[in-house]
């Protein structure tokens, strides 16, 4: 059965609503989800905000309320099959009376069959894939990091009027740390992008410093990170460069700039990354690049 176009509507609503959940569900994936009735009407909708909480399907189940029986769920990430901290997810699903489930992605983590097979099974009409790629772009860090084993790394700069990498401003790092895990600052402090985002008893930042960084980033997943900005001067962004430990950057370019020519100097775009985005906002650029290698969670 091909998706309608609330359905599709719906989908873009839960990947936005999952986007919320940036900066505080680690190390639980961030997932939005939409409840349409059995007249194609939104009538309820949520994201999952931290481990241990109610997942993005129970919170749009209980905005929905009586008017789920016979709908339609959307969700970005498939409905969890076991019971963990909270109950699982295709369940409440089930008891809601929901008759057919969209989902973007399947969960790599799922348990046995997994939350899709499981609500099939019991009758109801599951189809995956919608609008995959734009669940990923949230989920990305998530992803990344089940098949690394280390958080997804941004490094966040600034450049100066001759096209040099400087240190991020506190403005900047203020605009961009509440959609990350952890901040590595220039001092070598670690801090939640988030404060107090998490919760207790789901996260922990390592007392460490940054002198290994792949030492660091594994420490930093054991405790529950996914996503890592490193607002940092360039020296020390450059020792994560060297060992293959950043997958993003973002960084401001003032108007107007001219990229250095000496090959002392850092490079405006560093090599192996391509420039997904630019915009103007102001009188500076914002520009976006990713390593130009792919990653194994694009395939997932």
Known sequence: MTASGAEVAAMHRAVVLSAFGLGTTSPNPPVG??????HHRPVGEGHH????????????????????????????????????RTPPCRQALLDAGIARVL???ID??????GGAARLAAAGVDVEIGLLADSARTVLRPWLHSLDTGRPYVTWLYEVDAEGRALTASETMRTLYRTTTDVVLDEAGHLSEGVSAGHGKDAFAIPAMTVDEPAQLLAAL???GTRSLLL?????TAQRFLEAGLIDATTFHVPHP????????????????FVI????????????DTTVLLPRIGDQT
């Open 33 to 38: 989800c939409v409840i349409l009735d059995r």
């Open 49 to 84: 905000v931290r481990k241990g909480e109610a997942h993005a399907e129970v919170h749009a189940l209980r905005e929905a309320g009586d008017q789920a029986r016979g709908g339609t769920a959307v969700v970005t990430l498939e409905p969890c099959n076991h019971h963990g």
């Open 103 to 105: 989902i973007a992605l």
């Open 108 to 113: 790599p983590t799922s348990r046995e069959e």
């Open 221 to 223: 997943h054991e405790g």
């Open 231 to 235: 607002a940092t001067s360039p020296r």
């Open 257 to 272: 700039a001219r990229p250095t020519t000496n090959t002392g100097e850092a490079a405006l775009v560093y090599d192996a």
């Open 276 to 287: 997904d985005r630019v915009e103007r906002h102001g009188d500076h650029l914002r520009c």
